[in-house]
């Protein structure tokens, strides 16, 4: 184990709190989702609710899609971040405490049953995940000229 903490960059540790940070707000979203599960009474194995389930609906498919969606992303944020932080731990944790804010807040507004409530500060995940890649990119290009 020792050797493997002499290769990594000291801040690598804040990559690690970063992908801990983000994991705590995904279980906020699975307890929401279970939540609105028994409040809209969508029972398991349905992913996705229909009229005939419940009247609420379209609520209930705002907050389970909301967490789908971050499921969805969430190997592409863990690869980025893990891989970016290799050469840039600091700006790498910086972009995933962004994404990870956002996401929470995507998700919050998502969830509210109006899909377009997302995009305020949710739309920021967006933004750190192009960050990620640009960090990426410079990883790459460093390792080729290496």
Not at 85 to 94: C, D, E, R, V, Y
Not at 108 to 122: E, Q, V
């Amino acid at each position: 184990m020792a050797g493997i903490i002499e290769l990594l960059p000291k801040e690598y540790g804040y990559i690690i709190l970063t992908i801990v940070a983000y994991c705590f707000v995904d279980i906020y979203m699975q307890i929401q989702v279970g939540r609105a599960r028994k409040k809209y009474k969508v029972f398991y194995p349905t992913m996705y609710a229909t009229e005939a389930d419940s009247k609420d609906f379209k609520i209930f498919n705002c907050v389970q899609r909301g967490h789908q969606n971050s499921v969805e992303r969430m190997p592409i944020f863990f690869t980025l971040i893990v891989l970016g932080g290799f050469k840039h731990p600091l700006i790498s944790s910086a972009l995933g405490l962004v994404y990870t804010v956002s996401r929470y807040f995507y998700f919050t507004g998502y969830s509210s049953g109006d899909p377009k409530g997302r995009l305020p500060i949710g739309g920021l995940n967006g933004i750190a995940i192009l960050g990620l890649m640009i960090v990426n990119i410079s990883f790459g290009v460093s390792l080729l000229k290496a």
